[in-house]
């Protein structure tokens, strides 16, 4: 465990201030310096979280920024490029600029968690800026349509992934079992380098996926008939709806109806119930036409909604806090259940505790008048960045750091958690 100074709050805000000037390119804001050069969605959208209270100008840009990426479908890509800096998969491999929905920039072509409309009403909630709300209004409402028609793949009202990408939990072991189920892959990679935090073939599988997707001129036709990964994530449904229930209460600032977000948020409510709970919501893999029953902290997505029954939220909660998973850590919330025989507390989104998901849960927490658990939840999240610093994850038994350092997301929510 690396022992730092103790830093009180003041100084843990700047510190973290200091992280996001570093991390703010002059268009955008970077998750990380190296590691991520470029924009990533949902980062982004923790970033407008975060700066909402002490930086909302800068919070403006930042939204902004992330929407130039947006193809006219709708669709907000999970990385845009603003720099020249290289990356894999990089420009190269997406050729976004070789199709006609995308923008001038360049961007992946695959999609993120859409936290985007929470990211709005907080910050407006935080300025009172109904400007801003107006300016940004449209270009959510067209990403939530591009959900709803391109992504209900199950054709219910959820949302598919289509990657593990989108899920923003690269190799959670939710992935494991539709990914192991791909058609073999031979894919020479001509002269890319593995990076070595992907020592196994997943990577293979993550770019394969990625190219099939590309070959096929990112259709969503492609995606309903042939792709051959699509999964609902709770995660992924449980952020949209919270999104949609936002826009609506940010439509009538935009001089628009609340009423199909409302709707969208009831679709989605009703799905995820019939869909993904079993005692315990999970990811459907659509093509396999099966629940994966892995607990991973994915599955604590739809307590965002603050109308989930009664018997759902009381046995998500249980989940949470028993052994299985923040019971058993002495930091919240690892991501996956440590009781699996995936859980590796020492690798990445297999069971490291993350600040976002841990605000995520915090904010789930809130909307449900759980002010305890609320309040572990932000004091293990401050513990962990006040003695590890603003790490990309974190070992859920000992604190310890994991990842890059200065991880802008980290940074960020601590101004919120800190607030
Ligand atoms: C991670 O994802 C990227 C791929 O997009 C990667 O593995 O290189 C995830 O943790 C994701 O949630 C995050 O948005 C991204 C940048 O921080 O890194």
Redesign the pocket.
């Known amino acids: 465990m690396e022992a730092r100074p103790a830093v009180d709050d003041a100084a843990l805000g700047r510190e973290a201030m200091a992280v996001l000037e570093a991390n703010w390119t002059g268009s955008g804001t970077v998750?990380?310096p190296g590691?991520?050069p470029h924009q990533?969605?949902?980062?982004s959208a923790f970033v407008v979280i975060g700066l909402a209270r002490r930086r909302p100008d800068r919070a403006r840009d930042e939204l902004l920024s992330l929407l130039r990426g947006q193809w006219s479908t709708g669709m907000v890509p999970?990385?845009v490029f603003h720099t020249r800096e290289a990356?894999f998969?990089g420009p190269s491999l997406w050729r976004s600029q070789e199709h006609a929905a995308a923008p001038p920039v360049l961007t992946?072509g695959?999609t993120?968690?859409p936290l985007h409309g929470l990211a709005l009403w907080w910050l407006y909630r935080h300025t009172g800026d109904r400007d801003f709300v107006r300016k940004a209004y449209p270009a959510l409402v067209a990403q939530h349509d591009y959900l709803a028609s391109a992504r209900d793949l199950g054709g219910a009202g959820l949302a598919a992934i289509v990657h593990p990408?989108e899920?923003?939990?690269?190799?959670s072991p939710a992935w494991d079992q539709p990914l192991h189920n791909l058609p073999a892959i031979h894919y020479g990679y001509r002269g890319v380098e593995l990076?070595d935090?992907?020592p196994d073939s997943d990577h293979e599988r993550?770019v394969w996926l990625a190219m099939r997707y590309r070959d096929a001129g990112y259709s969503a036709g492609y995606l309903r008939d042939e792709h051959p990964f699509a999964v609902e994530d709770p995660m992924f449904n449980g952020i949209w709806l919270a999104s949609c229930q936002a826009m609506a209460e940010l439509a009538p600032l935009a001089r628009a109806d609340p009423a199909p977000h409302l709707e969208q948020a009831g679709r989605i409510r009703r799905a995820l119930l019939d869909r993904l709970w079993d005692g315990g919501f999970y990811a459907r893999d659509l093509r396999a036409g099966q629940l994966i029953k892995v607990a991973t902290v994915g599955g604590f997505g739809p307590l965002l909604d603050p109308e989930l029954p009664a018997e759902q939220l009381r046995a998500a909660v249980e989940l949470l806090e028993s052994a299985r998973f923040m019971g058993a850590t002495g930091y919240p919330v690892p991501s996956c259940e440590i009781r699996a025989g995936q859980f590796d507390r020492t690798r990445?989104?297999r069971g490291p505790s993350?600040v976002?998901t841990n605000w995520l849960l915090r904010r789930a927490a809130a909307v449900h008048s759980l002010d305890h658990l609320a309040q572990q939840l932000t004091n293990g999240t401050l513990r962990l960045v006040r003695q590890a610093g603003f790490r990309?994850?974190f070992d859920p038994f000992d604190g310890s750091g994991r990842g890059c350092r200065d991880?802008?997301?980290s940074a960020a929510l601590t101004l919120d958690l800190l607030a």
Not at 40 to 43: A, F, P, Q, R
């Open positions: 998750p990380a590691l991520y990533w969605s949902w980062d999970h990385i990356y998969p992946s695959l993120a968690p990408w899920s923003g939990m690269d190799d990076a935090r992907h993550y990445y989104w993350w976002n990309e994850c991880f802008s997301w």
